[in-house]
């Protein structure tokens, strides 16, 4: 009788054990698609935050997955436009935030996919003015205060020399 608690435990711990290359590749096949994507029990839904955007996980068989990275995944504000558009978007077909209710570069701007009040669908060339016009007309308004504040600066400073 003391000897079959022995086996027993003997048994249920194999830690340690070699398996042969056989034995090795039957338990990953086991084990494979058990715990990927909407099987594994961290999924949240396919959706995921990086740099600020969204990006959405789509299936294979989904009609816009030909527009997916290699991962599977494409941005959310990509396939907003595409959907209300009811076609794929081309690789050189830009979808651009207008920044209608946050200021450009925010997180908050990069997540406001509502179409068409904040995102427009915009060829390369023409993305590429509007960012140039959007930096040049940000960098006039920073002038603009710090002339704002210069002048305020020398008429106080008249006023002074007056008095």
């Known amino acids: 009788m003391s000897s079959t608690p022995n086996t027993m435990k003997t048994e249920h711990f194999n830690k340690g054990k070699r398996r042969s290359e056989i034995e090795k590749l039957k338990m990953s096949q086991a084990r494979k698609g058990k715990h990927m ?9 396919g959706r995921t935050l990086h740099n600020g955007y969204f990006w959405i996980k789509l299936h294979p068989d989904d009609f816009f997955y030909l527009m997916t990275n290699k ?9 907003v436009v595409a ?9 050189w077909e830009i979808v651009h935030h207008k920044h209608a209710k946050y200021p450009a570069g925010s997180d908050e701007d990069k997540q ?20 140039i016009l959007e930096q040049r007309v ?8 710090a002339l704002s504040k210069r ?9 002074l020399q007056n008095a």
Do not use: M
Not at 83 to 91: D, F, G, T, V
Not at 151 to 159: A, G
């Open 112 to 131: 406001d996919n509502r179409y068409p009040e904040n995102l427009s669908l915009e060829l390369v060339n023409n993305h590429n003015q509007i960012t």
């Open 37 to 45: 994507g909407e099987f594994c029990p961290s999924w949240r839904g």
């Open 138 to 145: 940000q960098r006039l308004e920073i002038d603009n205060q």
């Open 83 to 91: 959907k209300a558009l009811s076609r794929c978007l081309h690789s």
């Open 71 to 79: 991962q599977g995944y494409v941005y959310e504000h990509r396939l």
């Open 151 to 159: 002048i305020l600066l020398l008429e106080t400073e008249r006023i």
